[in-house]
């Protein structure tokens, strides 16, 4: 009876033995799978963080790269000077510019279209060449006729572009096309002077305000407010 008793003692710890064991072996198996997820996370992040830096890397870059094409563009244009000695020193100077100021320029431009807004900003530039030369015909006709037929008009607008750069973009456009001169901005308010009626009607029209909100991927259009007879002022200072 005795020795039964014993037998049975001792099959019950050994079961009791191999149901721990089998717990034990369940719970390392469970930490070392835990362990191999955190370390598969862990690495994880660490991809992502090294990617991330590399992705800020590469649109710095892309960022300089964009802003040195755009502010050679510009200097070529308002240069007019395009002999080696000239385009040389234009470009370094852009360079540094660029190096310098790479961040403002596209400060606002979502990721990842940096590319599209240089693109589209290079297909902008032949059409206010093109308004460059128009203007400055129509201007050339004003002026050689015998009664000059001007009528001097500040032009108040409200535009609708979300960032300084293409507000300043705008701004310049309009100085450089000939008959208009952006005097102020104010809130978003534009303050134009416009030499006759044609030119400040073309402005009114809104054409290169569209242009240069595709160019930064904002569809906004042009709203007058406004139009101030300049005329009086012209000719009191004729007096």
């Known amino acids: 009876m005795e020795v039964t008793l014993l037998l049975e003692a001792t099959e ?34 660490r ?12 649109t ?11 502010l050679f563009a510009f200097w070529m244009l308002l240069s007019g000077h395009f002999d080696p000695f000239h385009l040389t020193l234009g470009a370094i100077c852009c360079i540094i510019t660029a190096y310098l100021f790479h961040d403002l320029l596209f400060a606002n431009v979502r990721v990842g279209d940096m590319r599209v807004v240089a693109l589209r900003f290079l297909c902008y530039i032949p059409w206010l060449i093109q308004q460059i030369v128009l203007s400055n015909l129509h201007v050339a006709s004003v002026v050689l006729r015998r009664k000059m037929p001007i009528n001097p008009q500040i032009i108040t607008f409200k535009t609708k572009l979300e960032t300084d750069i293409s507000s300043i973009t705008l701004a310049n456009s309009i100085t450089l096309t000939p008959g208009t001169i952006t005097m102020d901005i104010r809130d ?6 416009a030499l006759d009626q044609k030119v400040a009607d073309d402005l009114n029209a809104g054409e290169m305000e569209d242009r240069v909100a595709h160019i930064f991927m904002e569809a906004d259009h042009l ?17």
Do not use: P
């Open 47 to 58: 991809w992502q963080v090294l990617f991330a830096g590399a992705q800020r890397r590469k």
């Open 60 to 70: 710095r870059f892309q960022n300089f790269v964009g802003t040195a094409l755009i």
């Open 12 to 45: 019950n710890a050994f079961r009791i033995m191999e149901k721990a064991r089998a717990h034990a072996l369940g719970v390392l198996d469970t930490a070392v799978q835990f362990t191999g997820e955190q370390t598969r996370f862990m690495e994880e992040k």
């Open 188 to 193: 978003g308010v534009y303050y134009v002077h």
């Open 223 to 239: 709203y007058v407010e406004d139009v101030l007879d300049a005329a009086r002022i012209y000719d009191a200072l004729r007096v």
